[in-house]
């Protein structure tokens, strides 16, 4: 069951803020917000969590609005090599379970 | 050697044949998993282990065989296999399966059946 929803493709260019949303409008109180992307012939690679505080880390910044309904991952300077498909996921503790959905395929352009 | 390995990363086999796929983490963690992602569908959990034992086995049919001899390693061992088994597998780790701590995965073994 699809409990997020991604555009399904957007472009960005080089050097730019990628802005990239994520809609959980059903997200319970103790289920996190995950964020992954997948590069092509790679295995899936872990970007940033949170629950309902701001993220940062040295590869992006996460933001969530306070109702917790929706998320932005944001990547500060986009690069070529950040062309992958994104994926938001809301995961609650006891689930060891990462459902994947169809993601955001990212397309940096030079 | 840092994160999740996996070897090998290509494999084709016969549908009679046996092989293993391994996976290696070096990150000190206590749990593992194994995912299947067919084309243009989303990642299936296949099995959970937690400190070498089995939490969680999702309905996989007996001709994926798993086995974890300590929390650094995994293996999915494969006998008989079809041709919709053909899929990427992936392995993942995480510190605890109960935890808020994320999965890391590895770069996946490609798997074809002829």
């Known amino acids: 069951d699809a409990k997020t929803t991604q555009p399904p493709s957007m472009d960005c260019a080089e050097g730019r803020a990628a802005n990239l949303p994520c809609n959980h409008s059903?997200?319970?109180?103790?289920?996190?917000v995950y964020w992954y992307r997948q590069i092509h012939s790679q295995g899936p690679q872990y970007i940033i969590h949170?629950?309902?505080n701001n993220e940062t880390n040295e590869m992006a910044s996460l933001i969530i609005t306070e109702d917790r309904k929706s998320s932005t991952l944001i990547l500060p300077h986009a690069t070529l090599r950040d062309t992958a498909v994104y994926y938001c996921?809301?995961?609650?503790?006891?689930?060891?379970?990462?459902?994947f959905g169809a993601g955001t395929t990212v397309t940096v352009r030079a | 050697e840092t994160g999740v390995t996996q070897t090998p990363r290509h494999l084709v086999m016969g549908m009679t044949n046996k092989k293993s796929l391994k996976c290696e983490q070096h990150?000190?963690?206590?749990?593992m998993y194994w995912y299947k992602q067919s084309a243009k569908k989303p990642l299936e959990l296949m099995f959970v282990?937690?400190?070498?034992?089995?939490?969680e086995n999702n309905s996989v049919p007996s001709r994926f065989s798993p086995e974890c001899p300590n929390s650094s390693h995994l293996f999915l061992h494969l006998h008989t296999l079809q041709p919709e088994d053909s899929a990427l597998y992936l392995c993942?780790?995480?510190?605890?399966?109960?935890?808020?701590?994320?999965?890391?995965f590895g770069d996946g073994t490609r798997l074809s059946i002829l």
């Open positions: 949170g629950l309902k």
């Open positions: 990150l000190g963690h206590n749990a």
């Open positions: 996921i809301v995961r609650v503790l006891w689930d060891y379970k990462l459902s």
């Open positions: 059903t997200i319970s109180g103790n289920e996190y």
């Open positions: 993942a780790s995480s510190q605890e399966w109960d935890t808020n701590q994320p999965q890391h």
């Open positions: 282990y937690s400190l070498e034992e089995r939490v």
